[in-house]
């Protein structure tokens, strides 16, 4: 890309973050108070219906993959009907198996405006890795990322009802045609982002690298309001590693930085409504004052690159330092802090019905 390109590019894309912030408006506390809450079921380790089904291994081509995925799909189809559900797959070798090819697939569940087309609807893009290691034997990965994919799933349900009677009161009224008005929401759940042997260029985000590069280079028509499904995504939002008490998730990206701020905000005011579980050392996004002197050009290493090296905006909910139970046999579902898991639930619902302009379908008291 010349550099006059990528100009106009990092200056359109800041336009467009601009725009989005001065169109968020913020749940009122009445809102915030009525909004679903997890209950003792949704991430209980041992029997629970959001959680518990994604607590075994889940490497790529294995059975325990398979029931990961069918929870997945079982889980949409019982309880969001409305939404379309995706698959996206691909093939590559790995260090670990040579010349044999593995499969991966990536889940793409996605809720538009019933009067949209395609590549009309600009899309809240919520993302984690549904991939276990191959090493060690049985490794779970509770942070990494079952605790993140049920994190989703719950956000899925709480927001569902909003989105129904805030498309069926703009059918009625005949809204809808503008970028503010077109927005849905689409829940990635990555595979392949594990690496099999060493984290390389090559040998790690499969999943991510295979849709970023197919939805890139799969134009919509002429005269849509986006070039490609990449072009779609309004921000990609990426929940990794979480999960385990006193979490600090850093603010990665200037650009996003708007962003960071208001899930930070959210925090502050659940707390002060008494609405979060958890009593960290710290708020789970303590770098709400960051200067833009401050960032640096290094990140973490994630399924947000392929994507952000192709100019989707980034919001990367991964903490640092990671948690101690990383890549080793007790990151499982005991070695969770539950009350940590279901206060990320709720924070990330509330930014969802935020981002959403959901304050529009506010509950009665």
Not at 45 to 54: N, S, T
Not at 78 to 96: D, G, R
Not at 329 to 340: F, N, P, S
Request: hydrophobic share 40%.
């Amino acid at each position: 890309m010349g550099g006059r390109a990528l100009c106009l590019l990092v200056g359109l894309l800041c336009f467009y973050l601009a725009a989005s912030a001065d169109a968020y408006k913020p749940l009122s506390d009445n809102f915030l108070r009525l909004m679903p809450a997890p209950d003792e079921d949704d991430f209980a380790i041992h029997g629970g219906e959001l959680l518990a089904p994604i607590l075994i291994p889940r490497v790529p081509g294995t059975p325990g993959q398979v029931k990961t995925q069918e929870h997945f799909v079982s889980f949409f189809q019982k309880w969001l009907p409305k939404w379309e559900i995706t698959w996206q797959n691909s093939t590559a070798k790995t260090p670990a198996t040579g010349e044999r090819e593995l499969p991966f697939q990536n889940l793409i569940f996605k809720r538009e405006p019933p009067w949209t087309k395609p590549g009309q609807a600009n899309l809240l893009t919520l993302v984690a890795h549904y991939d276990s290691k191959i090493e060690p034997k049985g490794f779970i990965g509770a942070t990494d990322s079952a605790a993140p994919c049920a994190m989703l799933l719950f956000v899925a349900r709480a927001v569902d009802k909003y989105i129904t009677q805030m498309h069926d009161e703009m059918v009625k009224l005949n809204e809808g045609g503008t970028p503010e008005m077109d927005m849905g929401i689409q829940i990635l759940l990555l595979d392949g982002e594990e690496a099999f042997v060493s984290w390389t260029d090559t040998d790690s985000l499969y999943g991510a690298r295979a849709l970023a590069a197919e939805w890139e280079s799969t134009p919509f028509q002429a005269l849509s309001n986006y070039q490609n499904p990449l072009r779609q995504i309004s921000l990609f939002v990426l929940l990794d590693l979480l999960g385990s008490a006193n979490p600090q998730v850093p603010s990665y990206f200037q650009t996003t930085h708007w962003a960071y701020k208001k899930v930070a905000t959210i925090e502050a005011r659940l707390r002060k409504l008494g609405l979060l579980e958890s009593n960290p050392t710290q708020p789970f996004l303590p770098e709400t004052g960051k200067l833009s002197n401050q960032f640096m050009r290094g990140w973490v290493g994630d399924d947000h690159v392929p994507f952000m090296e192709r100019g989707a905006p980034v919001l990367h909910m991964i903490p640092s330092p990671f948690p101690t139970v990383w890549h080793t046999m007790q990151d499982d579902g005991e070695h969770l802090d539950i009350a940590t898991v279901r206060d990320w639930a709720r924070i990330m619902t509330a930014f969802t019905l935020e981002w959403l302009d959901m304050m529009e379908v506010e509950p009665a008291v």
